[in-house]
């Protein structure tokens, strides 16, 4: 079947220490996000790429990289880790501007 | 920016009733309206969606509307079951992304 992809599905990480997260898709779309998710609180956009273009949002940390090598795949790089980057870590992909969203299982992150 | 506006947070209702979640969209360009549904630590998933050259959308117990002069959109939600128990996310397409709502805790007694 179809799907986005994300590995590990529980990261567990120290202050500090980098950390990548990933995403793969078997869609073929060429738009992929990565999106924020804290307890309670709607998805929170850190960034997406639209083919190879990278759109950064504004109130996003410079502590926050992406990579996306390819259509499939897309990673997220935490430099340093602090207590506050604790949540859920979902990635979407989407065929264009204004289509559906399909979200990805999420990776969740704990940092001790 | 963006902004999109949702109410309530929280809403209870008994099996069987009908749940009617409202969302407020800023960018009179928006053209996408989404709404999800997220389970506890799971991935949100797409229920209806609707575009602005539409003003009703109906899939089983489930509708959406949309009033496009006044930016509201609506989901109803009629018969409710157990299983309805979620978090509900409207989302409004603008510039380029999905702006979600802040969520509304539906919790449907037995």
């Known amino acids: 079947d179809a799907m986005v992809i994300q590995n590990p599905r529980y990261q567990v990480t120290q202050f500090g220490k980098p950390v990548t997260l990933s995403c793969s898709q078997t869609l073929n779309h060429n738009v992929m996000y990565w999106y924020q998710q804290k307890s309670s609180q709607a998805p929170k956009l850190l960034f997406h790429y639209y083919d190879k273009d990278f759109n950064n949002e504004a109130d996003t940390p410079d502590n926050f990289q992406s990579r996306r090598p390819n259509t499939s795949f897309c990673f997220l790089d935490i430099r340093s880790p602090g207590l506050g980057d604790a949540a859920m870590y979902l990635c979407?992909?989407?065929?264009?501007?204004?289509?559906?969203?399909?979200f990805g299982p999420g990776t969740r992150l704990t940092v001790t | 920016g963006e902004n999109v506006e949702q109410h309530p947070s929280t809403l209870s209702v008994q099996e069987g009733d009908s749940a009617v979640i409202k969302c407020t969209y800023s960018?009179?360009?928006?053209?996408?309206f989404p709404w999800y549904k997220q389970e506890l630590g799971k991935r949100p998933q797409l229920i209806i969606d609707i575009r602005s050259n539409v003003g009703e959308k109906k899939d089983q117990r489930i509708a959406v509307t949309l009033n496009k002069t006044a930016k509201h959109f609506s989901l109803h939600i009629t018969e409710t079951q157990p299983e309805d128990s979620a978090v509900y996310f409207c989302a409004a397409w603008a510039t380029n992304k999905l702006i979600f709502g802040t969520g509304t805790l539906l919790a449907v007694q037995p």
């Open positions: 979407a992909t989407g065929q264009g501007s204004g289509y559906e969203q399909y």
């Open positions: 960018d009179s360009a928006s053209n996408y």
